[in-house]
């Protein structure tokens, strides 16, 4: 921002408008959304992009539905559907679009067991095919990056660099196929001059002065591996997966020498740009803005927390789009500027011990481990947890449940028992155990459902919890890894090394019945792992398994007996599912906490992640905030109260608009404080009067 005074142009200015001013006092408004999430916007309805593309102001986007639509995101916050591109699927496997490279009028994209296809994109809402072949002989090539230089086009996959002309869109011709060295595979390519950078593990470079016959005259040995580049009046961009974003030096375009490193913690892993501005995600979750204005001296202005790697960006208006392979479901965008919101804030306490099992009800907390029976926690001052009662004469519980003034408890040793909790402080122990070597508890509708050994599940009335009565005894056939209830259903896995669900009425436990029986097949027929948690919402199942997936299966036809499901990558150490209302939380040791909602058709949407200073492996949620425990300690983590009002009008800050800001704000212009530039073009001037008063006039 550069420097003047207002004086006596202020003085003149402020007679101008104090008639105005002096009428308008209005209070300003509170947004419900809680502040940790206000860094990103959740386009609810919108399934999750894999590869996207941008052209002025459209984005490219292809899903997990198998769709390519076209998004109109002019206006970042408000995000539209355009149109959707009818590209032609592989006959015995719908499999969407990885390569998409848009042109002006024309979109060229690549789809395995097809080929390449080109459209005529002059009309959004209607994109029209122009053509349709193949990389030479073979429709069977999965191509992840591209670009265009002139009239060539040039694509690469594992092994091949492939070149088209593309004079002609309508009839583009197949030119050249080209080996990658071994050290490239599946790179990202970018044009500077007469030669292309192919990024991928290594950096190799190729001359394309011939631009029909491209040919490789160096690869260099790059720090780890570099997974992303882009063309840049400063350079070339290289994103490297521990060193960070590399700027390297193109005076011998053949010969590039790296310049500058941002050292960037987690690495980088993708690169987009827009002006001086770049966007970088690294392959652990998070997403760093870069001003490069200044090119030997970078600097990263805003760090965000995502739920996934974006191996390819976007970056239009300020705001960040992320697309990925490797992903969590829906689509999410990000703020590029401003100071990023407030981060939730942790509070942990506790003694070490493996954990077991946990509940909660009101502001008890239950925490079972090995070294101390069942703590009982008063979390009523998250700051200042107080640790009320430790209850047990065995330290093997296996699950715990809350009714009313009643703690239900499974053991190994001794099976299930209730346990009075009126007086927190002093747990009683109230009926004789039966059962033994039970695992699992549920409760539901005023009754609990128990597993015996992987056996049952039997089923208890809790009319009064502290006398159960046994409804059903288990099912001795029926082997229960695992389960889930909603009212009186039961959906179960019985083999949890395989994604099956059971689906068992118990409203009248006298004649239980098996209602479904839904396989879940991976549609990538993945190695799959141990199921290690199981939850329901709804019409939807949702698994953990040990490879770190989540499995969303829809039971809303129980006729059916298979589907096909593509499971969603967490995290290595995702484990357990913790659902209560419309939002679920995803964690396990090892990980951040993830926090998501739904949107209508039951598909999560990533709100926000959480890093714990102690794994928190089980989780509960508790209004805005989450309940964690791990074998170290408890956590509350407390995701924040409403965000204070966007409102730069508001110059003092003061919570309403009134005369007195704009002494604030000729304050802030004498200054040049970040309150004066009311226009957002980045200085401060005169201008910004005339957007002040707008802003005053628009109100909060």
């Not at 519980?397 to 003034?405: D, F, I, K, R, S």
């Not at 999560?604 to 714990?612: D, I, M, N, R």
């Not at 928190?616 to 408890?634: C, E, P, V, Y």
Request: net charge negative; charged share 15%; glycine share 8%.
């Amino acid at each position: 921002m550069h420097s003047s005074s207002l004086s006596q142009w202020a003085l003149v200015s402020s007679l101008a408008v104090l008639a105005v001013l002096t009428s308008r006092v209005a209070a300003a408004q509170i947004d419900d959304e809680l502040c940790v999430f206000s860094d990103r916007i959740s386009i609810l309805g919108e399934p999750t992009p894999i590869s996207i593309a941008q052209r002025d102001g459209l984005l490219f986007a292809s899903n997990r539905e198998d769709e390519l639509v076209i998004y109109n995101i002019d206006d970042p916050q408000n995000v539209t559907r355009v149109g959707i591109v009818p590209y032609t699927p592989y006959a015995l496997f719908p499999y969407a679009p990885i390569s998409i490279v848009p042109d002006g009028d024309e979109l060229y994209i690549t789809t395995y067991g097809v080929g390449l296809e080109v459209f005529d994109i002059s009309d959004p809402a209607n994109p029209a095919q122009l053509a349709l072949i193949t990389f030479g002989s073979s429709p069977f090539i999965e191509t992840q990056g591209g670009t265009i230089s002139g009239d060539m086009l040039y694509l690469a996959d594992a092994r091949d660099l492939y070149t088209f002309d593309i004079t002609n869109p309508a009839s583009p011709m197949f030119m050249a196929e080209t080996s990658l060295p071994l050290v490239i595979s599946y790179p990202e390519l970018a044009v500077v001059g007469d030669h292309l950078y192919a990024a991928g593990y290594q950096l190799a470079v190729y001359d394309i002065s011939s631009p029909h016959a491209p040919t490789l005259v160096n690869t260099l040995t790059t720090p780890a591996n570099a997974w992303d580049c882009i063309a840049h009046p400063n350079g070339l961009y290289v994103a490297n997966s521990t060193e960070g974003l590399l700027l390297y030096d193109l005076t011998d375009p053949a010969s590039p020498e790296i310049i500058n490193t941002l050292a960037l913690p987690a690495g980088a892993g993708s690169i987009a740009a827009q002006g001086s501005t770049l966007a970088v995600a690294s392959t652990q979750n998070t997403l760093h803005t870069v001003d490069v204005s200044a090119p030997l001296a970078p600097e990263i202005v805003r760090t965000t927390k995502t739920d996934r790697w974006h191996n390819q960006l976007a970056l239009r208006s300020g705001y960040i789009f992320g697309g990925g392979f490797v992903s969590a479901t829906g689509m999410v965008t990000y703020k590029a500027e401003g100071p990023p919101p407030p981060q939730p804030i942790i509070y942990e306490s506790g003694a070490p011990g493996e954990l077991f099992a946990i509940a909660q009800q009101g502001n008890l907390f239950f925490r079972a481990t090995d070294q101390h029976g069942i703590q009982i926690y008063d979390i009523s001052d998250p700051e200042n947890t107080n640790l009320l009662s430790a209850y047990g004469d065995t330290f093997d519980y296996t699950a715990l449940a809350v009714v009313g003034n009643f703690m239900l408890t499974t053991e190994y040793s001794y099976g299930f028992r209730v346990v009075d909790i009126a007086d927190p402080s002093s747990p009683v122990r109230l009926s004789g155990n039966f059962g033994e070597q039970f695992d699992q508890i549920q409760t539901s509708g005023g009754r609990a459902y128990v597993t015996d050994r992987g056996d049952g599940p039997y089923e208890l009335d809790l009319t009064n919890p502290a006398s159960p009565i046994v409804l059903k005894n288990p099912d001795y056939r029926l082997r229960v890894a695992d389960f889930a209830m909603q009212g009186t259903t039961a959906y179960i896995i019985q083999d949890d090394r395989v994604p099956e669900i059971l689906v068992y009425d118990l409203a009248d436990p006298l004649m239980p019945s098996i209602v479904g029986q839904i396989v879940a097949i991976d549609i990538y027929d993945f190695n799959n792992e141990d199921i290690t948690d199981i939850a329901v919402r709804g019409d939807r199942v949702y698994l953990a398994d040990e490879e770190g997936l989540l499995w969303i299966i829809d039971v809303s036809d129980l006729s059916a007996t298979e589907q096909y499901v593509w499971p969603v990558y967490i995290d290595d150490f995702f484990r357990e599912i913790t659902i209560e209302g419309d939002t679920m939380v995803l964690s396990g040791a090892g990980m951040d906490t993830r926090v998501y909602n739904f949107d209508e058709q039951g598909r999560p949407f990533w709100l926000t992640t959480v890093g714990a200073t102690n794994d928190t492996i089980l989780t509960r949620i508790k209004g805005q905030s989450i309940l964690g425990a791990s074998d170290n300690a408890i956590s509350v983590i407390d995701l924040g109260g409403p965000c204070a009002p966007d409102c730069p009008a508001d110059t003092n800050g003061d919570g309403s608009v009134t005369p007195a800001d704009f002494s604030a704000w000729v304050a802030a212009f004498n200054a040049q404080a970040p309150a004066c530039d009311q226009n957002n073009d980045g200085s401060c001037s005169p201008a910004d009067f005339s957007a002040w008063v707008a802003n005053y006039n628009a109100g909060c």
